[in-house]
């Protein structure tokens, strides 16, 4: 009886057997032809929405009186310049700080100031920038609450934020915590004050503390 032939093997499985000749990867059972995509890897993770942060408002020192003027760093007459108690606020701001304050508040990470022409607010924290050796964060202008938002909750905490006043209310509603209880509608006709704003788990809380800096303070 004449052997029998050797079954002839089908196409895909040449083919596959010529590849893994080629490559040195070897043949797969059931192999197509076609290799397996490998798994494409996803968007890098950004920042944690919703990060516990500390976020304090505090207005500009003192304006001059109508029909005053204040003092630039030069000396000069300069109606956009605090007067003479915001200046004297704004160097005692530092203490609110240290552990000699009647509350002390936390330390700040981060300050920002108005950008712009008008120095009333870097004038009111330049000296606690200068005591805490902090850069003032001064590129966003007032009318640019959105961003200013934005960057502060992306900045080291806590954050201390120096600002016009009317623009508060754009801050807060920016910053999500304008449903914490509490809030006021608009910042009282007063230079003396903190709002301080914590985020945690997502849920902001509100307080308001007196600074006690200077005769008068409430």
């Known amino acids: ?3 029998m032939a050797p079954k002839a093997l089908p196409r895909r499985t040449v083919l596959a057997a010529g590849i893994a000749g080629i490559t040195g990867i070897p043949a ?3 192999l197509t032809g076609c290799a397996a995509e490998e798994p494409r890897p996803g968007p890098a993770p950004g920042p944690q929405a919703g990060a ?3 976020v304090m408002l505090i207005r500009h020192a003192e304006n001059p009186y109508p029909g005053d003027v204040g003092e630039d760093d030069e000396g000069n007459d300069d109606p956009g310049s605090l007067a003479g108690r915001g200046r004297r606020r704004a160097e005692g701001l530092p203490a609110l700080f240290g552990p000699a304050a009647r509350v002390p508040l936390p330390r700040p990470a ?3 100031v108005c950008g712009g022409s008008v120095a009333r607010s870097r004038q009111t924290v330049a000296p606690l920038a200068e005591a805490l050796r902090l850069p003032l964060r001064d590129r966003i202008a007032v009318g640019k609450e959105t961003a ?3 960057a502060a909750l992306a900045a080291p905490a ?3 934020i120096c600002w016009e006043h009317h623009g508060f209310p754009r801050l807060i509603q920016a910053l999500g915590a304008a449903g914490a209880p509490g809030v006021p509608a608009a ?7 903190v709002w301080l704003f914590t985020r945690r788990r997502g849920t902001w809380t509100f307080r ?3 600074q006690h800096l200077l005769p008068g303070d409430v």
């Not at 910042?187 to 004050?193: E, H």
């Open 1 to 3: 009886m004449a052997p």
């Open 28 to 30: 797969v059972a059931g």
């Open 52 to 54: 516990d942060t500390l």
């Open 110 to 112: 981060s300050l920002f």
């Open 148 to 150: 200013l938002a934005r």
């Open 158 to 160: 806590p954050v201390l």
């Open 187 to 193: 910042w009282p006709d007063r230079y003396d004050l």
């Open 208 to 210: 308001e503390q007196g």
